[in-house]
C-alpha cells in the first residue's frame, strides 16, 4: 500500500470498506489508538445489541443518544451528519487531553473511524438476509448514498479485502461455533480445507459460496468504482495478508494516519 507523503487537512472520516471477518474490527480499534481519532465500529449497523439493548453503533451513542444518532441515515445528510458526529467527537476527546494536561486536536483536527460492509447497504447482500433472517431490514443506506459518501473529498477511505471464499468460510465457521472473537488469530487465519472441500462436492454449498462471491465482488466494484474520481476520497488498499501480518502492522496503521492528515502517533 501506498500513500501521498503530501500533508492533507485531517479527514472528517476514515471509513474501512470491508466485510465480515477480515481483521477489520482490529484495523477500526488499531486506528482509535490515536489519540486524534474516534471510532464508530459498525456506525449503519441498526442492529440492537442483545446483551445491553443499544444500537450497535460502537460509541455513536455517547455523543448524540441513542435516538439522535440513527439521524445519520436520512438520505442527503449523510456528509453533515458525519460532521455532526465529528464534532461532538471533537469536543469529547479535548475535554479528555486537557484533563491528561496534553494539547487539543482542535475542531478541524479529529477523525472518526468506522466500518462499512455491503450487510449495511440496502439490497447489499442476499446472503445475508436469506440465510439469516433476524437481520432483515437493518441496512441503513442506499448504494448511491454510499457512492456520494465515498467520494467526499473529506473521507479517506480504506479498502480492506479478504479472499471471498475464505471469508465465508470463516463466516460460517463464526456462525457454526458461535466464535465472533475479533482476534485474526482465532477464527480469521483457521485452516478451511474442510469448508472449501465441502463448497466443491455440495451443490447446495457451491451455489450459496457463488452468491456469497457475487455480493463480495459486487461490494467491492462499487467501493472503488467510486473512488475513481477525481474528486473522490483518498482511497487506500490494504491486503488482507499485510494487515494480519503482525510484523506489519505498525507500519499499516501509520500510513493511513499520515494519509488522513494525522501527526505521527505511539
Known amino acids: 500500500m501506498a500513500a501521498s507523503s503530501a500533508k492533507r487537512p485531517v479527514s472528517e472520516a476514515i471509513i474501512i470498506a470491508s466485510g465480515q471477518r477480515s481483521g477489520s474490527t482490529e484495523l477500526c480499534l488499531g486506528l482509535a489508538a490515536h489519540r486524534c481519532v474516534a471510532q464508530f465500529n459498525e456506525y449503519f449497523h441498526n442492529g440492537i445489541d442483545k446483551k445491553n ?9 455517547e455523543y448524540l443518544g441513542d435516538a439522535k444518532w440513527r439521524v445519520r441515515g436520512r438520505p442527503g445528510h449523510l456528509a453533515s451528519s458525519l460532521s455532526a458526529v465529528r464534532s461532538r467527537a471533537q469536543i469529547e476527546i479535548d475535554k479528555r487531553l486537557a484533563e491528561r494536561g496534553e494539547p487539543p486536536c482542535g475542531p478541524t483536527g479529529v477523525a472518526i473511524v468506522f466500518k462499512l460492509f455491503p450487510e449495511h447497504v440496502a439490497h447489499g447482500s442476499a446472503y445475508w438476509a436469506e440465510g439469516h433472517p433476524e437481520d432483515k431490514g437493518k441496512r441503513a443506506v442506499s448504494r448511491d448514498q ?4 465515498l467520494q467526499n473529498k473529506n473521507i479517506t ?14 463466516v460460517d465457521a463464526a ?7 475479533n482476534n485474526p488469530g482465532e477464527n480469521h487465519h483457521v485452516n478451511h ?11 447446495a454449498k457451491a451455489a450459496e459460496s457463488k452468491a456469497f462471491t457475487k ?3 459486487d ?4 467501493v472503488r468504482g467510486a473512488t475513481k474520481s477525481a474528486h473522490a476520497a483518498l482511497r487506500l488498499e490494504v491486503p488482507f495478508g499485510v494487515w494480519t501480518d503482525p510484523r506489519r502492522t ?3 496503521l501509520h500510513s493511513i494516519w499520515a494519509a488522513a492528515g494525522l501527526e505521527p502517533h505511539g
Open 193 to 203: 480445507t474442510a469448508c472449501k472441500l465441502l463448497v466443491r462436492t455440495s451443490k
Open 250 to 252: 505498525r507500519n499499516v
Open 53 to 61: 439493548g443499544r444500537y450497535q453503533s460502537g460509541r455513536a451513542h
Open 175 to 181: 456462525y457454526d461455533t458461535g466464535n465472533w472473537g
Open 157 to 170: 477511505v480504506v479498502v480492506l479485502e479478504r479472499p471471498a471464499e475464505d471469508r465465508k468460510c470463516s
Open 215 to 217: 455480493t463480495h465482488d
Open 146 to 149: 454510499v457512492r456520494k459518501l
Open 219 to 222: 461490494w467491492f466494484d462499487l
